[in-house]
C-alpha cells in the first residue's frame, strides 16, 4: 500500500452511509453539477431489455460502486473526489467532456452509431480515458467490434506488471493474478495506446474476464473478501491517479 494510506478493510457503508438507491429509467437527475472535483463519470448506451428483468447492464453496481470508489480515493490521496453522487452520461453529451475519466460496464452487450463513435474517438483523443469493466469470455468479440468503430486505426495491447498504470498509485506487479469475482476464466487487462506508440497515453484500460466494480459495490456487505475487495480498489486508485495525470 502507499505510504500514507488507510486500511481498506474498513466498513464503507458505516464509514460513509451510503446505501444504493436509483433508478435506470431516470438516468440525469441524480447527476451532481460540475465543480471542477474528480467526479466519477459512468456511460450509458441503449440497451434491448428484453434479457434483463432489473436493470440494464451499463448500470450494474450504480451508484454504490462509483461512489465508494472515489470515497477511497479521497481518503488515500490528494485528490479531491466528490463523494455525495457521480453522474450518467450518454457518449453524445457535451458534458461528459467536462470529466477526463469515464467508466463502462458490460461493455459485451454495448453497441455504438456514427454519432456514438466519434464522439468517444474525439474524448479519447483530447486526453479522456475510459475504463471498461465487467465482461468476460465472448463479451470481448463485441468490445472489440465496437472499438473498431470508434478507433478503427486502434490496436489492443495486453498490459502486463511493466505497464506505468500499474504503478502510477499502488504497486501491481502482477495484475494478472488478481482473482475476479467468479471463477473459471483469468482476468487481463488490455489498453490501447495514444498512436499505437507504448511510450506514449493509453487511451483506456479494459478488464477482461474481471469485474472490478463488484468489488467495489460490495466492499462494505462482507459478500465479498476484504482482502480481494482491498485489491480491487487498488486497481480503480491507480486507474484514477493515471487518468488524472497522462
Do not use: C
Amino acid at each position: 500500500m502507499a505510504a500514507g494510506g488507510v486500511a481498506l478493510g474498513q466498513s464503507l457503508r458505516g464509514l460513509f452511509g451510503f446505501e444504493r438507491n436509483a433508478d435506470p429509467d431516470d438516468m440525469t437527475s441524480a447527476n451532481v453539477p460540475y465543480d471542477g472535483r474528480f467526479t466519477f463519470v459512468r456511460l450509458r448506451y441503449p440497451t434491448d431489455m428484453g434479457g434483463f428483468r432489473r436493470e440494464p447492464p451499463w448500470f450494474h453496481d450504480y451508484p454504490t460502486a462509483d461512489t465508494h470508489l472515489a470515497k477511497i480515493v479521497k481518503e488515500i490521496s490528494e485528490v479531491d473526489a466528490r463523494t455525495d453522487g457521480s453522474n450518467i452520461f450518454s457518449l453524445k453529451d457535451p458534458e461528459l467532456t467536462k470529466y477526463p475519466i469515464a467508466y463502462m460496464s458490460e461493455p459485451g452487450f454495448w453497441v455504438v452509431d456514427e454519432e456514438e463513435a466519434i464522439a468517444l474517438r474525439r474524448y479519447l483523443l483530447k486526453g479522456g480515458f475510459v475504463i471498461f469493466d465487467d465482461f468476460r469470455a465472448d463479451d470481448w468479440y463485441n468490445f472489440e467490434a465496437q472499438m473498431r468503430r470508434v478507433m478503427p486505426e486502434g490496436k489492443m495491447v495486453q498490459l502486463d506488471g511493466s505497464s506505468p498504470i500499474f504503478h502510477s498509485f499502488f504497486e501491481i506487479d502482477a495484475p494478472e493474478k488478481f482473482v475476479p469475482p467468479y471463477g473459471g476464466l483469468p482476468p487481463r487487462f488490455y489498453g490501447m495506446f495514444e498512436d499505437n506508440d507504448p511510450t506514449k497515453r493509453l487511451l483506456l484500460i479494459a478488464n477482461y474476464n474481471n469485474d472490478l466494480g463488484e468489488y467495489w459495490e460490495f466492499s462494505d456487505t462482507g459478500y465479498v473478501p476484504v482482502d480481494l475487495s482491498n485489491e480491487a480498489y487498488k486497481y480503480g486508485a491507480n486507474y484514477v491517479l493515471y487518468g488524472l495525470t497522462h
